[in-house]
Nanobody
């Protein structure tokens, strides 16, 4: 199983970023997928989850209405569109298999920094 996150960077408050997660080594189209994040000094937290077919989604209250999780099963890729970013969104973002419980090993993540 390999999960490679990309798309992070430095953005000003109110800006947008789109994260991608390239998956391989398992049947992506059959797996629910999630995005988590970990800010310095804090525990890793669930940001958003999407069902295997992409129909069902779940979001943390702190990002609902600003972030959108989606997937392209033909490309084995998971996405997280992040709009109206806030400084408190600064964290390392990870993708992983699973809906309510992460399954498997974590990748290297991608750093998102929201700062003026």
């Amino acid at each position: 199983v390999q999960l490679v996150e990309s798309g992070g960077g430095l953005v000003q408050p109110g800006g947008s970023l789109r994260l991608s997660c390239a998956a391989s080594g398992f049947t992506f189209r059959s797996s629910a997928m999630s995005w988590y994040r970990q800010a310095p000094g804090k525990e890793r937290e669930l940001v958003a989850a999407v069902s295997s077919g992409g129909v069902l989604t779940n979001y943390a209250a702190s990002v609902k209405g600003r972030f959108t999780i989606s997937r392209d099963n033909a490309k084995n890729t998971l996405y997280l569109q992040m709009n109206s970013l806030k400084p408190e969104d600064t964290a390392v973002y990870y993708c992983i298999r699973g809906w309510a419980t992460p399954q498997g090993s974590w990748g290297q993540g991608t750093q998102v920094t929201v700062s003026s």
